[in-house]
């Protein structure tokens, strides 16, 4: 079965800090895995897309890297704020899902001031 | 930007009524999708389209259709309301099927009483 797990499924650290989320992927078989973000009782905003060809993407504070052959992302958060606060969801297109995303549970993340 | 617009943050209605979410994105996206999501069990693929007319049942169909009839809208329809519809429905577009960034909308919070 294809699954997508993210560890922790919560974290709570000081503001300031650097921190690192996971995510790992049952098949190294990857057209592209897309980190988002959710506040409580919003939709989902779209933060990094890494498609198959690519090592890492950049934006901002925010740094997502893959690597198909160990089936992980992980999404690193530089100098972490309070308004970085959210749950933190991967979804990783598999090429036999027949184009449907598969969903980590997500990892809530508090940031303390 | 590309932006998805959900019609209603907030329904609440009554077992046994027709319910319409309705969800517009204004970038020519070829494909759209809605989802519910509950605590616990994590965002579920309910339909999804690939083109205009066009609808595919996801892992959740049931109790549910779609409707498509121009490009850059995608219903949902729930022709008989019940409690355990009660969630946070959740719309999205994208560009491309393997490798298109997804976007979602703000989210609608139906309840049913």
């Known amino acids: 079965k294809q699954e997508v797990t993210q560890i922790p499924a919560a974290l709570s650290v000081p503001e300031g800090e650097n921190l690192v989320l996971n995510c790992s992927f049952t098949d190294s078989a990857i057209y592209n895995l897309q980190w988002f973000r959710q506040d409580p009782g919003k939709g989902l905003t779209s933060l990094l897309l890494i498609q198959s060809s690519q090592r890492e993407q950049t934006s901002g504070r925010l740094n997502a890297s893959l690597d198909k052959s160990s089936g992980r992302s992980t999404l690193y958060i530089a100098a972490s704020q309070p308004g970085d606060s959210a749950t933190y969801l991967c979804a990783a297109l598999l090429m036999d899902s027949n184009y449907q995303l598969i969903w980590g549970a997500g990892t809530k993340l508090i940031i303390k001031p | 930007d590309v932006k998805v617009t959900q019609s209603s943050r907030y329904l609440v209605k009554r077992t046994g009524e027709k319910v319409f979410l309705e969800c517009v994105q204004d970038?020519?996206?070829?494909?759209m999708f809605w989802y519910r999501q509950d605590p616990g069990l994590g965002l579920r693929l309910i339909y999804f389209s690939y083109d205009v007319k066009m609808k595919e049942k996801g892992d959740i169909p049931e109790g549910y259709s779609v409707s498509r009839e121009k490009k850059e809208r995608f219903s949902l329809i729930l022709e008989s309301a019940s409690t355990n519809q009660t969630s946070m429905y959740l719309c999205?577009?994208?560009?491309?099927?393997?490798?298109?960034?997804?976007?979602f909308g703000e989210g609608s919070r139906l309840t049913v009483l």
């Open positions: 999205a577009s994208s560009l491309y099927r393997n490798t298109g960034e997804l976007f």
């Open positions: 970038m020519d996206h070829e494909n």
